[in-house]
Nanobody
C-alpha cells in the first residue's frame, strides 16, 4: 500500500535551517511530481512547493521563495525540503503528497520556529 513518511522536523530559532524528508513507497515514485504542504494551527493546508517527476523544475509559494528548496532522489524514493532563513510563520505540520493524485496522507512532521 502507499506510504508517505515525513521526518526531519523540530524546533528551530528564527533564521535557522531544517531539512525535511519524505520517504515514499507503494507507488511508482519517479512517475509523479511531488508536493510539500503545510498546515498551521487553525488554518487550512497550503501548498508550499512542487517538483517535477525528474526533478528538473520546481515552483514555490511566494512566502517561501528564495528560502526553501525542494529536491528529490528517485533512487531513494525520497523528496526533500531544505528550509533556510526560517520565520515564526513557517511553524506548521509539513506533509508531502503526489501532485496529480491524492494518496493517503502521512503523519506529517512538526516544524516550530521560535526563540
Amino acid at each position: 500500500q502507499v506510504q508517505l513518511v515525513e521526518s526531519g522536523g523540530g524546533l528551530v530559532q528564527p533564521g535557522g535551517s531544517l531539512r525535511l524528508s519524505c520517504a515514499a513507497s507503494g507507488f511508482s515514485f519517479s512517475s509523479y511530481a511531488m508536493n510539500w504542504y503545510r498546515q498551521a494551527p487553525g488554518k487550512e493546508r497550503e501548498l508550499v512547493a512542487v517538483i517535477s517527476s525528474r526533478g528538473g523544475s520546481a515552483n514555490y509559494v511566494d512566502s517561501v521563495k528564495g528560502r526553501f528548496t525542494i529536491s528529490r532522489d528517485n533512487a531513494k524514493n525520497t523528496v526533500y525540503l531544505q528550509m533556510n532563513a526560517m520565520k515564526p510563520e513557517d511553524t506548521a505540520v509539513y506533509y508531502c503528497n503526489a501532485a496529480s493524485i491524492r494518496f493517503p496522507w502521512g503523519q506529517g512532521t512538526q516544524v516550530t520556529v521560535s526563540s
